[in-house]
C-alpha cells in the first residue's frame, strides 16, 4: 500500500521555523517526484517547493524562497520540509505529495497525498 505520513507542524511566531517531515511507503524515490504544497483557507492550493529525486530538481514558490529548504534524506527515508523565518501568511494546512516522473508544480500532476498537517504562523 504506497502512503505518505506526515509528522511536524504546529504554532510558531512570525520569524520563528519549524520542520515537516514527510516518510513515503509502498514506494521507493527511484522516478519519483515529491512535492510540499499548501493551502490556506479562502485560498487555493499551491505548490511550495517540489524535487525530482533522480537528479534532484527543484522548484520553489518565489514567497519561500530563501525562507524553505527541501532535502531527501534517503538514510531516513524521509522528505524535510525546513521552514525559517515563517511569516502569518504561510499560515496554511501543508501536505506532502508524490508523483511518479518529472519535476512538475502543481497539485493535479501528483497523484500521492499525506493526510495534511497545520502550520499556524501568530503575528
Known amino acids: 500500500e504506497v502512503q505518505l505520513v506526515q509528522s511536524g507542524g504546529g504554532l510558531v511566531q512570525a520569524g520563528g521555523s519549524l520542520t515537516l517531515s514527510c516518510t513515503p511507503s509502498g514506494f521507493t524515490f527511484d522516478d519519483l517526484t515529491i512535492g510540499w504544497f499548501r493551502q490556506a483557507p479562502g485560498k487555493e492550493r499551491e505548490g511550495v517547493v517540489c524535487?525530482?529525486?533522480?537528479?534532484?530538481?527543484?522548484y520553489y514558490a518565489g514567497s519561500v524562497k530563501g525562507r524553505f529548504t527541501m532535502s531527501i534524506d534517503y538514510g531516513k527515508n524521509t522528505v524535510p520540509l525546513q521552514m525559517n523565518n515563517l511569516k502569518p501568511e504561510d499560515t496554511a494546512i501543508y501536505y506532502c505529495?508524490?508523483?511518479?516522473?518529472?519535476?512538475?508544480?502543481?497539485?493535479?500532476?501528483?497523484?500521492?497525498w499525506g493526510q495534511g498537517t497545520q502550520v499556524t504562523v501568530s503575528s
Open positions: 524535487i525530482e529525486a533522480t537528479d534532484g530538481r527543484t
Open positions: 505529495a508524490a508523483r511518479v516522473g518529472v519535476l512538475l508544480h502543481h497539485g493535479h500532476d501528483y497523484d500521492y
